[in-house]
């Protein structure tokens, strides 16, 4: 079965320093991983995906990821954070032989950036 | 392009009341349609999910029911609403294949 870990509920950076959110994954095949961001009240905003190629990805934003097989990880990171980045930030893994496509989301991350 | 459209964004209805969630997309065709619900601002539970025209897929038994009348629509209902069907509704396409959903805006729904 398909599983997503993110381990932190809240993080908090200082605007300008770099920030990391962590997510870990468990399938059964080859994965297909992604971020997404929602604002309050909104939808979920794609950010970035991984499904085959280089190991960091890059998306919107000034966002990134490293894929990581060994670790099962798949961390979003940005150099330098904005408070503006503040929001909840969801990782999802779906696995190659998924039927219907489907994504399992992590519970989320409340990303809170500081002045 | 693609858009999806998702009303209404903001619900109040009594305990009992049936409901009716309409979520529509444009600029695709026989996309993968699905319905989550966000209790409390964050984990996001899959409800439903169809591949196509009249194909349901039900993720954990509730008191909600999806139909795809149309290919590019997707409706969530419930005969009599519970409390516990307060919560965030999201309506979601991807294509076939699924490398990726894009999201509706929402529809808050509060069951009083």
């Known amino acids: 079965a398909q599983s997503v870990a993110q381990p932190e509920d809240q993080v908090n950076v200082a605007e300008g320093n770099p920030l990391t959110v962590k997510c870990t994954y468990s399938?059964?095949?080859?994965?297909?991983l992604f971020w997404y961001v929602q604002y309050p009240n909104r939808g979920l905003q794609f950010l970035l995906k991984y499904i085959t190629g280089d190991n960091l990805v890059k998306g919107s934003y000034g966002f990134e990821a490293e894929f990581n097989k060994s670790q099962t990880s798949f961390h979003l990171k940005k150099p330098s954070a904005l408070v503006s980045d503040s929001a909840l930030y969801f990782c999802?893994?779906?696995?190659?032989?998924?039927?219907?496509?489907?994504?399992?989301f992590g519970q989320g991350t409340e990303l809170s950036v500081k002045p | 392009s693609q858009t999806i459209h998702q009303w209404p964004a903001t619900l109040v209805q009594p305990v009992g009341s049936p409901l009716s969630l309409e979520c529509t997309v444009e600029?695709?065709?026989?996309?993968?349609l699905y319905w989550y619900r966000q209790a409390a601002g964050r984990g996001l539970q899959l409800l439903f999910y169809s591949v196509g025209i009249g194909q349901i897929s039900s993720e954990v038994p509730q008191n909600l029911s999806a139909s795809r009348p149309q290919d590019r629509q997707f409706i969530l209902s419930s005969k009599k609403l519970l409390l516990s069907d307060s919560g965030f509704y999201l309506c979601?396409?991807?294509?076939?294949?699924?490398?990726?959903?894009?999201f509706g805006s929402g529809t808050r729904l509060t069951v009083v």
């Open positions: 979601a396409w991807s294509l076939q294949g699924g490398n990726g959903y894009t």
């Open positions: 399938v059964s095949g080859n994965p297909y």
């Open positions: 999802a893994v779906r696995d190659h032989y998924n039927q219907g496509g489907k994504l399992i």
């Open positions: 600029g695709t065709s026989n996309p993968n």
